[in-house]
């Protein structure tokens, strides 16, 4: 199983700015615990960062028949990008959206989200843990299809035994 992590813009700058509302974790450390996890989990996984809207949709893009899961944390372009939703929407992936800050909380502009509702769920608030959620989460969606794609295999046999 392989999951793709896409952080948005500015993200390479945690540990740096606002650390009052980000902490001052940088993103490498995240990376480095989600790794750690994985490698426990038996997943693979692809980091990638980027502040720019067009390479993140191309990632994303990129992700279909590549991966099994997306971890997003599309930053400030939650706000405003109807293009990285589409693109979330076109590849069908199970698809966890991560904020480190509470964004409900926050300035009225962040409490718009273009993204949550392509997502199959969305973590805000947690600091850099929010990404260990993202990957216990991620886990849980991924066994739930192997489950239903078992069922289904299953009652396929059956039927064509009958």
Known sequence: MKIVVIQGPNLNMLGVREQQIYGSMKLEQIHAQMKDFASQSGLDIEFFQSNLEGEIVDKIQECYGDADGIIINPAAYTHTSIAIRDAISAVSLPTIEVHISNVHRREEFRKQNMIAAVCSS????????????????MVQIMNEIKAVQEMQKQQSQAAQEN
Do not use: Q
């Not at 805000?124 to 990957?135: R, T």
């Open 122 to 137: 969305s973590i805000v608030g947690f600091g850099p843990f929010g990404y260990h959620l993202a990957m216990v989460g």
